[in-house]
């Protein structure tokens, strides 16, 4: 499954890699460091700077992988399913999110993983529920993702405005990405998503951290 999102979002974003996620995979909690062993979230990204690179590893919990097993999301997304399908999205989006650059020898801070893990959720869930119904336009999403969502201070090691900049500025940019989801559907309803709408989103992901809030500030 977390292979299966890795291509959807590889495949909207038209992103080569030659890193699989799966493979970089840790699920038990026990096999954590000290401090993100204590932390109680069901997904890290851990980086290891070392002198020839860095080591990375994504953690999802086993139980939260068990759950998404029992009740696929790329078969039919729900309200029961969805939360623990963000949080495996959100994992996968940090991954591709920081191999990709690093192909680039390019540097990404905790800002730029949060706003594009907020943005790809949302563009993911859109996606596959356009795909298991290609009659409805979820109105909701926006709404379930950044206005009822809420950070947890306990979870969030001191980083809750940092997490809240991230869920600012990519609501801005969702909104006025569903008007435009919205509207290619109302005359498209066969089209998962409108090239215009994927060209966008592209260009968007290759922006540094700077542009991305510059360009989100000016246009959202």
Same mark, same amino acid.
């Given at each position: 499954?977390?292979? +299966?999102? +890795?291509?959807?979002?590889?495949?909207?974003?038209?992103?080569?890699?030659?890193?699989?996620?799966?493979?970089?995979?840790?699920?038990?909690?026990?096999?954590? !460091?000290?401090?993100?062993?204590?932390?109680?979230?069901?997904? +890290?990204?851990?980086?290891?700077?070392?002198?020839?690179?860095?080591?990375?590893?994504?953690?999802?919990?086993?139980?939260?992988?068990?759950?998404?097993?029992?009740?696929?999301?790329?078969?039919?997304?729900?309200?029961?399913?969805?939360?623990?399908?963000?949080?495996?999205?959100?994992?996968?989006?940090?991954?591709?999110?920081?191999?990709?650059?690093?192909?680039?020898?390019?540097?990404?801070?905790?800002?730029?993983?949060?706003?594009?893990?907020?943005?790809?959720?949302?563009?993911?869930?859109?996606?596959?529920?356009?795909?298991?119904? !290609?009659?409805?336009? !979820?109105?909701?999403?926006?709404?379930?993702?950044?206005?009822?969502?809420?950070?947890?201070?306990?979870?969030?090691?001191?980083?809750?405005?940092?997490?809240?900049?991230?869920?600012?500025?990519?609501?801005?940019?969702?909104?006025?990405?569903?008007?435009?989801?919205?509207?290619?559907?109302?005359?498209?309803?066969?089209?998962?998503?409108?090239?215009?709408?994927?060209?966008?989103?592209?260009?968007?992901?290759?922006?540094?951290?700077?542009?991305?809030?510059?360009?989100?500030?000016?246009?959202?």
């Amino acid at each position: 499954m977390l292979q +299966q999102f +890795q291509d959807l979002l590889a495949g909207i974003y038209d992103l080569p890699t030659d890193y699989r996620v799966d493979e970089f995979l840790v699920t038990e909690r026990r096999h954590l !460091p000290g401090s993100a062993c204590e932390s109680g979230t069901d997904e +890290q990204l851990l980086v290891l700077e070392q002198s020839d690179g860095a080591a990375v590893s994504l953690f999802l919990d086993a139980g939260l992988l068990e759950r998404l097993a029992c009740a696929n999301p790329l078969e039919t997304l729900h309200a029961g399913n969805l939360a623990d399908c963000w949080t495996a999205l959100e994992g996968v989006s940090h991954f591709l999110y920081l191999a990709w650059n690093a192909g680039f020898d390019r540097g990404v801070t905790l800002l730029e993983l949060e706003l594009q893990a907020e943005i790809d959720k949302y563009v993911a869930s859109w996606w596959l529920l356009r795909a298991q119904n !290609p009659e409805r336009c !979820p109105a909701e999403l926006h709404y379930l993702l950044f206005e009822r969502t809420r950070v947890d201070a306990r979870l969030a090691a001191g980083r809750v405005e940092l997490y809240n900049a991230a869920n600012h500025y990519a609501a801005r940019f969702c909104r006025r990405l569903e008007r435009q989801l919205t509207a290619h559907a109302a005359r498209l309803p066969l089209r998962l998503m409108h090239a215009e709408t994927l060209t966008e989103l592209r260009r968007f992901y290759r922006l540094s951290r700077e542009r991305k809030v510059s360009h989100i500030r000016r246009y959202s």
